[in-house]
C-alpha cells in the first residue's frame, strides 16, 4: 500500500490516519453484515430439509435427488459425485430457481472424472454408497444429514447440526396500500411468491457507513455446518494474520473471507486481508482430509472445538475421570450468495491431499530460477540513476540479487504501462544494464485505469465497454492512486485477452524479456468504495454483481497478465507474476507475499504461519516483505528477518516510500556481514529449493511445510507454528524475538537424528534442547538423518552466473547409516523442460558404504557442466582406509578425503565427475 501524493486532499488525510494502524470501523463485523447475522442466529429448531428418496438417481459415481425444505416448500437440487482419486463433490443448489445463480469458474481444472459408487444400502431413509478404497458415504433423508468414512471411520459430516440455511431467490414483498379516504377497497397486491420467507431486517436494502447496498436480488445467502470428527486441528483458510492452527470462534467474529485493501494489518484474529482461499484441512494421527467450499462471494467461517471450547474446570474433570470424549471440530460455512459447492479430499495422508487439491485447482507451476532467489524492492526507487546506484551497491558488498523492482512512482502520473519520462527516460536502457549483470526487472502494474481520454488504455477499453459497471449501467467511477480510475473486467475472457496484448514488447514500451509484473491493488481496492472496495451491486459484463465474484476479481488480473507474459515470448519463457489478492487456484498464475506488514517483531513472527497456511493451501509460492513494510527496522530485526526469509519460498524486501532506506548496507559492517551470510544460505540451497518447487508441481507438495506433514503422528507438533521443514531434510526454528540470548527446539521422529552441519552437532528425535549460544549470527537450521542436499557454495552476483557452477552433497545419515536425495534442473527460464526433455533429474542414495548416483529420466536431452566438487558425509562412525568412484564408463580412481573422528564427518574431495552422468562412490 502506498500513500497517494498531490491530488484529493481529504482522501490522503484518511489514508494517512489508517497508515497508522487499522481503522476497524472501515471494515464490516459479523454484526454489521445483514446476511452473517441470520445465517450465525440461524436456529433451526425443527429439521428444515429433507431429501425425497423416490426422485433418488444413482449413475455410475454420481448420486442425485430432490431435496423438499419443510418450512417454505422450496425444492432444491442435491447432486452427490464420487470423483477419481478418493475425493467427492457435494452440490446444493435450488432446482428451480427465479433466476441463474452464480457458479465458479475458473477454478477448477480437474475433468472430474467419476468412480462408480457400489450401494450398500438403500432404503427410504437412508442410502449408503462405497467406493473401490471401502471409504463410505451415508446420506439420510430426514433430517438432511451426509457423514464421510474413511473405512469404518466417521471423518467428516455434513448438516449434523441442521444449519442447513439457503436462501432462495424470491420477489420483493409490496408493502400493502393505504386505504382510499372513501373507503373503498383496494385491488389486491399482486400474490408474492407463495415460498416466501417472513422478512428480515437488511434483506433488501443494507447501508454500512454512507454506502447503501440496493440488493436487487434480496437475499440469496447459503450456509452449512460441516463436522470433523475425531480432529482437534484445522488449518487453512487463508488470508488472516493469525496461528496456523485455527482458534475457535466461540465468543468472537467468525473467520472472514474477503478480498480486502487492509493498511498495517492487525495481528491475531480473523479479519479479512487480501486473499480468500475457501479450504480447510484437518489433521490427526491417522488422517489428513482437505474440504473446498467453492463460493467466491463473501464467507464467513465459525470454528468450534468441543475440547478447546471448554472451561478449565470441565478440562480439569475430564482429566480427573480419564474422559474418552471423541474430540470434534465443528465448523459452520456461510456465502452471502451463489450455491453450495463442497469438494471433500478424503487424504488419507497429507501428501495424498496435496497431490487431490492439486489435481482439482492445479499446483504451482515451476517458477523460474531467479524468481526463487532474492528480490529488492522499494516503493520507490526514484530513477534510473537510483536503480543503477542499488545495483551497484550490491556489487561492492557482494550481495547476490536477481530483481530489482520499481513501484507506482515510475509511471507517467499512475498510467500503467507507460513510465515517468523525468525520471526513465530510457528504461530500455536501465533494462539492458540490470540485464548485463544477469538480473531482471519488476514493475507494478495494478487494475485501476486512470480516467483519462489521452491515456491509450483508458481509452480503448472505453471504447469496448471492457469496465465493471455500477448498478446503473455506467462505467463504476471510483478513487484509487491515479485519482479517478476504472477498472476492467477481468472475467470477461475478451477482456482477459485484451489486457494481456499490453504485455506485448511493442506495446509496452521499454521493458524486455527480462521484465516482469506485480499486480498488486488487486482485490480490488477502491479508496472511496465500501469497505476500500467495491460496491457490492456493481455489476459485470456476464450479467451477476459483484458480490457473487468479488473473491475472485483479482485472480482473473493475474491470469490475464500471466496470459500477456506467455504472449509476449511466445510461450517460450515462464512468466513470473506477484499478486496480493488470491482465490482457490490462484496458484497457478503467479506468486503472494502476505501484504502490508510492518517493522515489529511480532509481524516477523507471524509471517511463519501465515506462510504456512498459503502453503497447505496450494498457494506455495508465499513470502513476507523482509523488514516490515510500514516503519522501520533496526539493525537486530532486519538481519533475523532475513534470515528467517531466506528459508521461505518467496524472499524479498520491501519498503514504504516514508520509510528509511534500507538497503543492506545501510545497517554498518556487521549487519552486512550477517545479511549477506543469509541471503548467501538461500543461494547455496538454491538447487534444492528448485527441486522442490519441481516436486510441487507434480505432486503438490510444497516447498514450505508445517512439522506435522513429516510426522503426521507427533500431536505435540500439530499447533507448532515458529519452525517449520524445508521440503523433507531441512527444519528450520528462526530467532524472532529481540535480543534472544536462548532458544528452545524440539526435535521430532523419535527415531530420528538432526544435524547441525555448521556446528557438527548432532541431536535426537523426540528430544528437546535449550541452546544457550545465540548470537546474531546464529540461525538454528537443522539437517535431518537420512537425506541428501544439493549445495553450491560459490558466491555469485546472481543465479544466471551460477549454471555451471559445481555442487556439494551434503549426506546426514539415519541410524541405519543410509540417505537419500533428489536433485533437479534445467535452463532455469524456458518451457523446454515439459516440451523436448531437457532437465536433469537424479537421485543419489548412499547404503553399505556406497554412495550411487542415478538418472531418473534416462530420456532427458538436457547438457550441463556443473560437476561434483565435494561429497561430506555426516555420521560416519570410522574411517575409511581408502574411497573410490567409479564413473559410468566403469573407470574407477582413488579419492582424497579427511576425516574428523569427533564430529565423524568425512570430507570427500573433488570426485570430478559430471552431476548429470551415472558413478558410484565406495568407501573402503
Known amino acids: 500500500m502506498r500513500l497517494l501524493h498531490g491530488t484529493l486532499l481529504v482522501l490522503s488525510s484518511l489514508i494517512i490516519s489508517q497508515i497508522e494502524s487499522v481503522d476497524r470501523n472501515n471494515f464490516k463485523s459479523c454484526a454489521q453484515s445483514g446476511f452473517c447475522k441470520r445465517q450465525r442466529d440461524h436456529n433451526p429448531g425443527e429439521p428444515s430439509y429433507k431429501a425425497d428418496f423416490a426422485t433418488l438417481s444413482i449413475e455410475n459415481g454420481h448420486l442425485s435427488c430432490q431435496v423438499l425444505n419443510l418450512k417454505n416448500s422450496v425444492l432444491f437440487q442435491l447432486d452427490l459425485y464420487l470423483l477419481k482419486d478418493n475425493r467427492l463433490r457435494f452440490r446444493f443448489n435450488e432446482l428451480n ?283 520507490n526507487y526514484n530513477d534510473e540513476d537510483d536503480v543503477k546506484n542499488v545495483n551497484a551497491g550490491f556489487e561492492d558488498h557482494q550481495i547476490p540479487m536477481d530483481v530489482l523492482w520499481l513501484d507506482i512512482e515510475h509511471t507517467n502520473d499512475k498510467r500503467y504501462f507507460t513510465w515517468d519520462p523525468v525520471k526513465f527516460p530510457t528504461p530500455d536502457q536501465m533494462m539492458e544494464h540490470l540485464s548485463n549483470y544477469g538480473r531482471k526487472l519488476v514493475t507494478i502494474v495494478d487494475p485501476h485505469i486512470k480516467s483519462d481520454s489521452n491515456y491509450h488504455v483508458y481509452s480503448e477499453a472505453k471504447e469496448k465497454g471492457y469496465f465493471v459497471k455500477d448498478k446503473n449501467g455506467n462505467d463504476l467511477d471510483g478513487w484509487c492512486w491515479p485519482g479517478s480510475s476504472a477498472w476492467p473486467d477481468f472475467l470477461n475472457e475478451e477482456v482477459k485477452n485484451w489486457w494481456s496484448t499490453k504485455f506485448l514488447l511493442e506495446n509496452y514500451k521499454g521493458t524486455t524479456l527480462d521484465t516482469y509484473t506485480w499486480n498488486d491493488m488487486n482485490e480490488p481496492s477502491m479508496f472511496n468504495g465500501p469497505e476500500i472496495t467495491f460496491p457490492k451491486d456493481a455489476v459485470h459484463l456476464n450479467g451477476f454483481e459483484h458480490r457473487d465474484v468479488h473473491n475472485l476479481y483479482g485472480q482473473n488480473q493475474v491470469k490475464a497478465t500471466f496470459l500477456g507474459h506467455m504472449a509476449r515470448s511466445n510461450g517460450q519463457r515462464r512468466p513470473f507474476i506477484l499478486t496480493r489478492s488470491t482465490f482457490a487456484g490462484s496458484q497457478r498464475y503467479g506468486a503472494v507475499w502476505t501484504g502490508d506488514n510492518t517493522a515489529e517483531w511480532e509481524h516477523l513472527q507471524i509471517s511463519i504461519p501465515m506462510c504456512l497456511t498459503f502453503s497447505v493451501t496450494g498457494m506455495s509460492f508465499c513470502g513476507a516483505d523482509v523488514g516490515g513494510f510500514f516503519k522501520n527496522p533496526d539493525s537486530e530485526l532486519m538481519i533475523r528477518w532475513y534470515q528467517a526469509a531466506a528459508y521461505q519460498p518467496f524472499f524479498r524486501s520491501h519498503a514504504h516510500i516514508d520509510t528509511k532506506r ?249 570426485p570430478d565427475v559430471n552431476i548429470n552422468s551415472d558413478w558410484s562412490i565406495l568407501l573402503d
Open 97 to 379: 430457481p427465479l433466476k441463474k445463480r452464480y457458479e465458479v469458474e475458473g477454478v477448477i481444472v480437474d475433468t472430474l472424472e467419476e468412480d462408480k459408487f457400489v450401494v450398500v444400502r438403500k432404503d427410504s431413509e437412508i442410502v449408503e454408497l462405497k467406493n473401490s478404497l471401502n471409504n463410505k458415504v451415508v446420506l439420510y433423508s430426514n433430517p438432511l444429514k451426509a457423514e464421510f468414512y474413511i473405512g469404518d471411520y466417521l471423518i467428516a459430516s455434513f448438516n449434523s447440526k441442521n444449519l442447513l440455511k439457503f436462501e432462495h431467490l424470491r420477489y420483493k414483498p409490496v408493502p400493502p396500500e393505504q386505504p382510499q379516504e372513501n373507503g373503498e377497497a383496494q385491488a389486491e397486491p399482486p400474490a408474492q411468491n407463495e415460498t416466501s420467507d417472513s422478512e428480515e431486517p437488511d434483506m433488501w436494502e443494507e447501508t454500512y457507513k454512507s454506502h447503501t447496498d440496493s440488493k436487487p436480488n434480496g437475499p440469496q445467502s447459503v450456509g452449512m455446518d460441516i463436522s470433523f470428527h475425531d480432529f482437534e486441528h484445522v488449518f487453512g483458510i487463508p488470508q488472516h494474520a493469525d496461528k496456523f492452527a485455527l482458534r475457535s470462534t466461540a465468543g468472537t467474529d467468525p473467520y472472514r473471507l474477503y478480498n480486502l485493501d487492509v493498511f498495517e494489518y492487525e495481528l491475531n484474529n480473523g479479519m479479512a486481508l487480501y486473499g480468500s482461499i475457501p479450504y480447510m484441512l484437518a489433521h490427526n494421527k491417522k488422517f489428513t482430509i482437505g474440504l473446498l467450499w467453492l463460493n467466491a462471494a463473501e464467507t464467513w467461517i465459525d470454528v468450534k472445538s468441543n475440547k478447546a471450547d471448554k472451561s478449565i474446570f470441565s478440562k480439569v474433570a475430564d482429566f480427573i475421570s480419564k474422559s474418552n470424549e471423541i474430540p470434534q471440530i465443528d465448523t459452520h460455512w456461510f456465502s452471502e450468495s451463489g450455491i453450495i459447492d463442497i469438494y471433500l479430499m478424503l487424504g488419507p495422508k497429507a501428501t495424498d491431499v496435496f497431490r487431490q487439491y492439486g489435481e482439482l485447482t492445479g499446483n504451482t507451476p515451476l517458477p523460474p530460477l531467479f524468481s526463487i532467489a532474492y528480490h529488492q524492492c522499494r516503493w
Open 662 to 910: 534500507r538497503e543492506p548496507w545501510i545497517f554498518g559492517d556487521e549487519a552486512v556481514n550477517l545479511i549477506r551470510d543469509a541471503v548467501h544460505s538461500r543461494y547455496s540451497l538454491i538447487y534444492y529449493w528448485y527441486t522442490l518447487f519441481y516436486l510441487n508441481e507434480k505432486n503438490g507438495k510444497p516447498p514450505m511445510l508445517p512439522i506435522w506433514v513429516e510426522f503426521p503422528e507427533e500431536s505435540e507438533f500439530y499447533d507448532v507454528d515458529d519452525q517449520h521443514m524445508v521440503g523433507s531434510a531441512i527444519m528450520v526454528k528462526p530467532i524472532t524475538t529481540k535480543g534472544a540470548t536462548s532458544i528452545d527446539i524440539k526435535f521430532p521422529g523419535k527415531d530420528e537424528i538432526w544435524y547441525d552441519v555448521k556446528a557438527l552437532r548432532t541431536f535426537q528425535g523426540g528430544s528437546s534442547t535449550t541452546f544457550t549460544d545465540i548470537t546474531l549470527a546464529t540461525v538454528p537450521v537443522f539437517h535431518r538423518g537420512g537425506s541428501i542436499v544439493p549445495y553450491k557454495f560459490r558466491l555469485r552476483r546472481s543465479t544466471t552466473q551460477m549454471a555451471d557452477d559445481p555442487f556439494t552433497l551434503i549426506i546426514c545419515l539415519n541410524k541405519q547409516g543410509s540417505a537419500s536425495g533428489l536433485l533437479y534442473f534445467d535452463d532455469g527460464l524456458s518451457f523446454n523442460y515439459n516440451n523436448s526433455n531437457e532437465f536433469v533429474f537424479r537421485e543419489f542414495n548412499f547404503s553399505g558404504n556406497k554412495l550411487v548416483s542415478k538418472n531418473l529420466e534416462p530420456n532427458s536431452l538436457f547438457k550441463t557442466f556443473a560437476w561434483l566438487e565435494r561429497v561430506i558425509i555426516y555420521g560416519i562412525n570410522n574411517e575409511p582406509k581408502k574411497v573410490t568412484i567409479e564413473d559410468s564408463n566403469s573407470k574407477s580412481s582413488q579419492l582424497q578425503f579427511s576425516f574428523d573422528s569427533k564430529s565423524k564427518v568425512l570430507l570427500i574431495r573433488k
